[in-house]
């Protein structure tokens, strides 16, 4: 029961008790109205209080939801903290793991290697006394090969003289002729002297008799200096690299195939950039390989209408650069490669040994050079050959 009954009940009572005069009907319709109006105030009041009572209720709510969302809120962080501690924890476990089984495998891999390493271990130990037999065989070997290798220079030098020999037999005719030209006119001063012995004019012209005998003195030295030439080319002499003037050693090849070249009406023309080029190498080798590509245009220009050999060369930087070109018909297409093997020719049988550019390759190998052909079938062949200035010991 709330105060307004309370207080409605009390003044019952009262009015019960005291029972007052009888009131007309106006008094007690006031009366009751007052009452009633008491009434409402005092339920006005209690309301009044319910509702402070209810807004301060309302507010404490409000504190305590707000409290509470702080709460969720906190809450909610330390749930993703933990979540990404989880996942931290869930990765360091992963990694672990790994890490673990790793050091397993390496463990594992550890135990393979020094088992293996033991048996490298055995296997050099025996590999150790394999290589100790090895190097004795080895030393067998190198000594084998340099008697092998000597045996090879010296069977290259065979040959090499034998085609300088051979180069000698096919210069023969041309040599002859070369030394009968002189002896015929050692002949004929000789006679003239002696003639004029025989008719007493010893002192009436003296110096005619001395004209006639120097003049035999001169083609005995023309005919000495082309024996010497023969000797010196096919003498088989050890080899020997010194400074040579290069175009004196292609004029002295032409000299010796000179007397071949007019009688087949050859004309060789010679272009040289510098007449004073000094390169170290073999004079009588060098002149061995010009002789044998000037043989081999002689050959190859036997029945052309237009005969002309074409020597150049020139310097480029350490190296020259030569050249021996021809007007013959060329190398036959896809022989290129193979006209420097040994014993391989394009003449026809018994008119060459094959030996001349087999020979002529060596040669060049042996100067740190190079030798090659520029072929055009129909328009001749252009032999191109480099060599040093100077040779790398």
């Known amino acids: 029961m709330d105060v307004a009954q309370s207080v409605l009940l009390a003044t019952h009572d009262e009015y019960r008790i005291s029972e007052p005069p009888q009131k007309t009907p106006e008094q007690l319709e006031l009366e009751k109205l007052r009452r009633d109006y ?14 402070f009572k209810g807004e301060e209720r309302r507010r404490a709510l409000m504190h305590i939801l707000s ?21 931290d924890y869930e990765h360091d476990r992963s ?3 790994k890490q673990t089984e790793r050091l397993d495998n390496s463990r594992r891999a550890l135990m393979h290697i020094l088992q293996d390493s033991h048996q490298s ?14 190097m004795s065989d080895l030393k067998e070997t190198t000594a084998e090969v340099q008697r092998r290798e000597q045996e090879l220079r010296e069977k290259q030098e065979q040959l090499v003289q034998a085609g300088k020999l051979a180069t000698l037999g096919e210069l023969t005719t041309g040599v002859a002729h070369e030394l009968n030209n002189p002896l015929n006119n050692i002949g004929l001063f000789i006679g003239n002297a002696i003639d004029l012995i025989e008719l007493g004019l010893t002192d009436t012209q003296p110096d005619r008799i001395t004209h006639e005998l120097a003049s035999a003195m001169q083609q005995v030295r023309k005919a000495t200096e082309i024996i010497s030439h023969l000797r010196t080319f096919g003498r088989a002499a050890s080899v020997s690299y010194e400074p040579v003037v290069l175009c004196q050693v292609i004029r ?12 087949r009406q050859i004309e060789v023309q010679l272009n040289f950039a510098d007449e004073e080029l000094i390169i170290v190498a073999n004079a009588i080798q060098l002149e061995q390989v010009f002789i044998n590509l000037l043989t081999n245009a002689r050959d190859a220009l036997a029945d052309m209408p237009r005969k002309i050999i074409t020597i150049t060369y020139v310097q480029n930087e ?3 650069e030569l050249s021996f070109c021809d007007t013959g018909p060329g190398v036959p297409s896809g022989l290129e490669q193979r006209i420097f093997d040994p014993f391989f020719t394009t003449k026809e049988v018994r008119a060459g ?18 030798i090659a052909i520029d072929n055009h079938p129909g328009e001749g062949a252009n032999f191109l050959i480099q060599l040093p200035l100077q040779r790398v010991e």
């Open 38 to 51: 008491a009434l409402l105030a005092e339920q006005k009041q209690a309301l009044e209080m319910r509702v």
């Open 67 to 87: 409290d509470l969302n702080m709460l969720n809120r906190k809450l909610a962080d330390q749930r993703k903290a933990m979540i990404h501690i989880l996942a």
């Open 95 to 97: 990694h672990l793991e």
């Open 121 to 134: 271990n055995l296997r050099l130990e025996n590999s150790r006394k394999a290589m100790i037999h090895i």
């Open 252 to 263: 002295s090849a032409i000299s010796l195939m000179q007397e071949q070249l007019r009688l």
């Open 318 to 320: 350490a190296r020259v």
């Open 353 to 370: 040994t094959g030996l001349g550019l087999s020979i002529t390759y060596g040669i060049i190998k042996e100067h740190q050079g190079t």
